[in-house]
């Protein structure tokens, strides 16, 4: 009796298939970007900034969008508003909707009138905010639930608020490390199911919810959220990180999703990083 060799086969996959999705977004150019006041750890007026080199980041974030299909509108920079670049905090947008931005430091309030002057222009439903909140910062949409961040920057009566102007499910979640003072540099949106977070930015009440609500949930180290690794974009695919969160990106891969890696090192100065410029249009 004689036996024949057989390739042995390759065992399935137990990731499930990613899909992308296309996403509109806005960004704004960092052409007025420095750190002339500090508002938040990352900012040190006395640092030297480079605003070109900011701009050479910003647009290779840029062309990656472009790369991956996006459509992208732009609002213009305004001389005297350095952290206009970080677009997402400059509303909320759900089905055409534009929640606006009412921010907590005197030295971004004038972004909120800027931004929604821009939702007007371009056919939004603007919502002029009564409470305290700094857009896509603090509000993040997976799936049909809003999750929404208090503890630093927006005002935990905005949560209320937005849900009267979405009339969805808003999640609050509470932020205990001041590193980490907008929901988008604590977690991150891989699709409508799945998400990342940093467990030491919550308190335990926040952890017990994202707990159960996201089981699978990818935890990012320390090392990997320090440099704002979590503040990232997905298409549900492909994840646009900053090039140095190397542990978060290896996840990221053993999950079947596609991470490209930016350096925004520069903009990084201001604390924002891919997120914090990128505000994403839902129409």
Not at 22 to 29: A, F, G, P, S
Not at 224 to 231: E, F, H, R, V, W
């Amino acid at each position: 009796m004689t036996t024949s060799a057989t390739a042995p086969t390759a065992a399935p996959s137990t990731q499930p298939a990613r899909v992308a999705t296309k996403r509109t977004v806005l960004m704004c150019r960092p052409d007025f970007f420095t750190v002339v006041y500090r508002i938040n750890p990352w900012m040190d007026p006395a640092l030297p900034t480079d605003t070109a080199l900011a701009v050479r980041q910003w647009q290779t974030l840029y062309d990656t969008y472009l790369s991956l299909g996006f459509d992208i509108e732009l609002i213009d920079p305004v001389d005297g508003l350095p952290d206009m670049v970080y677009a997402a905090n400059g509303g909320f947008v759900i089905d055409n909707i534009a929640y606006g931005a009412s921010f907590t430091y005197p030295q971004r309030q004038p972004e909120g009138p800027a931004y929604m002057d821009w939702f007007r222009a371009n056919g939004f439903d603007v919502r002029e905010p009564e409470n305290i909140n700094e857009g896509e910062g603090d509000f993040l949409l997976v799936g049909g639930v809003i999750l929404a961040g208090t503890g630093f920057r927006s005002a935990s009566h905005s949560h209320e608020e937005v849900s009267s102007v979405y009339g969805r499910e808003v999640v609050t979640l509470t932020l205990v490390d001041p590193n980490f003072y907008h929901l988008d540099t604590a977690i991150a949106v891989l699709d409508d199911t799945n998400i990342a977070y940093l467990p030491s930015a919550f308190d335990e009440a926040s952890l017990a919810i994202l707990r159960e609500r996201f089981p699978d949930a990818v935890l990012v180290t320390e090392v990997d959220a320090a440099i704002l690794g979590l503040n990232s974009f997905s298409d549900g695919y492909n994840v646009v990180i900053a090039s140095r969160a190397t542990d978060f990106e290896r996840q990221l891969r053993e999950r079947g999703y596609n991470p490209i890696g930016v350096d925004l090192s520069e903009l990084l100065l201001g604390g924002g990083g891919v997120k914090c410029c990128t505000l994403e249009l839902r129409r």
